[in-house]
């Protein structure tokens, strides 16, 4: 009798470990974020392989501006084409938060294009990436690039007839991967009315800095500068503007 208890008690533990395995849900990574229609929509494109600094250093600077009073702030999230994680070249592992393959894509004022590790050779073959940038690049109020980001524009064909550079390493491969530009290879961003291109790494704060000076003026810039310790000033940093 004692044994039948045990083995009773044993077959209903087993029994509901089953069920508690099968009810759970697997996890799921869509998230829906509220977007403050009165702001700017800024998109930064992210994929397997793009680049801390060049992600981060443009997103804390734009996030930051929602703290500021008296500004049209910036709505910051990331895009890709999944909604899987994206893991950084550093190994740092990240959730989209649209996937721009997919209907619901909130109109984009701005768009980031940090650089990764395949802009110079893959990445350029991949038309689903290269026209959503092509599409996008038209109805932006702003497009940028940090490092060989610009690889990508270019590609595009977006920065035909504007000047632009990109990481300095890269400048002679840029030239002559693409020989119809016109390119800057002594500055650390170039901005030619809507297309701002950056050399890229820790000077990626510079250039978004620049383009928040650009909006709400060198207050404001100096402000956001400064809550993340950074001395601004623009008259200090190597630039081009083309008006």
């Given amino acids: 009798m004692e044994k039948l208890l045990i083995l009773f008690l044993v077959s209903t533990v087993l029994f509901s470990c089953q069920q508690n395995t099968a009810s759970e849900k697997p996890p799921t990574f869509d998230r829906q974020l509220e977007l403050d229609p009165s702001r700017y929509n800024v998109a930064f494109l992210i994929m397997d392989g793009v680049y801390n600094t060049e992600l981060t250093a443009p997103y804390d600077?734009?996030?930051?501006?929602?703290?500021?009073?008296?500004?049209?702030?910036?709505?910051?999230?990331?895009?890709?084409?999944?909604?899987?994680?994206?893991?950084?070249?550093?190994?740092?592992?990240?959730?989209?938060?649209y996937n721009y393959l997919k209907p619901g894509l909130p109109k984009i004022d701005i768009l980031v294009v940090p650089s990764a590790e395949h802009h110079l050779d893959s990445d350029l073959e991949n038309e689903v990436l290269i026209?959503?940038?092509?599409?996008?690049?038209?109805?932006?109020?702003?497009v940028t690039s940090h490092c060989d980001g610009a690889f990508v524009l270019a590609k595009a064909g977006?920065?035909?007839?504007?000047?632009?550079?990109?990481?300095p390493s890269d400048i002679d491969q840029y030239k002559k991967m693409f020989p119809n530009l016109e390119v800057r290879d002594s500055v650390l961003f170039v901005h030619d009315r809507k297309f701002i291109t950056s050399a890229g790494g820790a000077k990626s704060f510079e250039a978004a800095l620049y383009l928040c000076e650009h909006l709400y003026g060198a207050e404001i810039a100096r402000s956001l500068a400064g809550g993340l310790v950074i001395d601004w000033d623009l008259s200090k940093v190597p630039h081009t503007v083309i008006d």
């Fill in 131 to 142: 026209n959503f940038v092509k599409t996008t690049s038209k109805s932006a109020k702003f």
């Fill in 61 to 97: 600077i734009f996030q930051h501006t929602v703290f500021r009073k008296g500004i049209k702030a910036m709505n910051t999230f990331m895009v890709a084409n999944t909604m899987d994680p994206i893991t950084s070249f550093e190994g740092i592992r990240m959730l989209p938060d």
């Fill in 158 to 167: 977006v920065l035909e007839g504007h000047v632009s550079t990109t990481f």
